[in-house]
T-cell receptor
Framework: KQEVTQIPAALSVPEGENLVLNCSFT??????LQWFRQDPGKGLTSLLL?????REQTSGRLNASLDKSSGRSTLYIAASQPGDSATYLC????????????FGDGTTLTVKP | DARVTQTPRHKVTEMGQEVTMRCQPI?????VFWYRQTMMQGLELLAY????????DSGMPKDRFSAEMPDATLATLKIQPSEPRDSAVYFC?????????????????FGDGTRLSIL
C-alpha cells in the first residue's frame, strides 16, 4: 500500500526566503506525482505535475523535482511572498491504476511580511 | 477558465437524514473523482468514474454511500442515512486521464467542496 509523507507539517519563513517542501513515498512504481496548493476553505489547485519519466518541472518561482528510486520529491519556492501562504499537498498516482492517487497530509506554509 | 462546480457549498443536517451532493465536472474531462477531507484522515479517495462508468468505489462505506454519474455534466454523491462521523469536506475533481501506460495524465481540477456537518 502506497504511503505518502510530507515533512514538515508546518513551516514559517520570512518573506523573500527560498524554501523547500519535501514529499516521500514508499512505492516507487508511480505513474506521476502532483503538487497542489490548498487555501483555507477552498479546493486544491494543481501547481505542477511530473510524469514518472521526468525529473523536474518548473512554473514561475516553483520547481518540483522527482527521484523515483529514492521515493522523494521536493517543491522549491523561490523568493517566497505572503501570498504563498497555504497548505501544499503532494499526490502520487499509482502505476497500475492511473486514476488513483494517494495524497500526503500536506505542509502548511506561512510567509511573514 | 473552466471550473468544477459543487453544490451545495455548505450543508447542516441531522443524523439519519439523506444528503445529496452534486458536482458538475469540466466539459471534456473523462474522469471524475470524489474525495473526503478531514483533519484526522486527510484527503481520502472515495470513488471515481471513467467515462461515466464507476471504476473504483472501494473507499466508500457501501452500506450508506452511493455515487452515480447520470450524465456527463452531473456526478452525485449520496449518503443515506447520514451519521455524525460523515462530517467532513467532500471534494469533487475531474481530469483528463490517459489510461494507457505510455500516455500522459493531465492535472486534476478540484471544486471548492461541500462542507457537511451532521448533528
Amino acid at each position: 500500500k502506497q504511503e505518502v509523507t510530507q515533512i514538515p507539517a508546518a513551516l514559517s519563513v520570512p518573506e523573500g526566503e527560498n524554501l523547500v517542501l519535501n514529499c516521500s513515498f514508499t512505492d516507487s512504481a508511480i505513474y506521476n506525482l502532483q503538487w497542489f496548493r490548498q487555501d483555507p476553505g477552498k479546493g486544491l489547485t494543481s501547481l505542477l505535475l511530473i510524469q514518472s519519466s521526468q525529473r523536474e518541472q518548473t512554473s514561475g518561482r516553483l520547481n518540483a523535482s522527482l527521484d523515483k528510486s529514492s521515493g522523494r520529491s521536493t517543491l522549491y519556492i523561490a523568493a517566497s511572498q505572503p501570498g504563498d501562504s497555504a497548505t501544499y499537498l503532494c499526490a502520487v498516482s499509482h502505476n497500475t491504476n492511473a486514476g488513483k492517487s494517494t495524497f500526503g497530509d500536506g505542509t502548511t506554509l506561512t510567509v511573514k511580511p | 477558465d473552466a471550473r468544477v462546480t459543487q453544490t451545495p457549498r455548505h450543508k447542516v443536517t441531522e443524523m439519519g437524514q439523506e444528503v445529496t451532493m452534486r458536482c458538475q465536472p469540466i466539459l471534456g474531462h473523462n474522469t471524475v473523482f470524489w474525495y473526503r477531507q478531514t483533519m484526522m484522515q486527510g484527503l481520502e479517495l472515495l470513488a471515481y468514474f471513467r467515462n461515466r462508468a464507476p471504476l473504483d468505489d472501494s473507499g466508500m462505506p457501501k452500506d450508506r454511500f452511493s455515487a452515480e454519474m447520470p450524465d456527463a455534466t452531473l456526478a452525485t454523491l449520496k449518503i443515506q442515512p447520514s451519521e455524525p462521523r460523515d462530517s467532513a469536506v467532500y471534494f469533487c475533481a475531474s481530469g483528463l486521464v490517459a489510461w494507457g501506460f505510455q500516455a500522459s495524465n493531465q492535472p486534476q481540477h478540484f471544486g471548492d467542496g461541500t462542507r457537511l456537518s451532521i448533528l
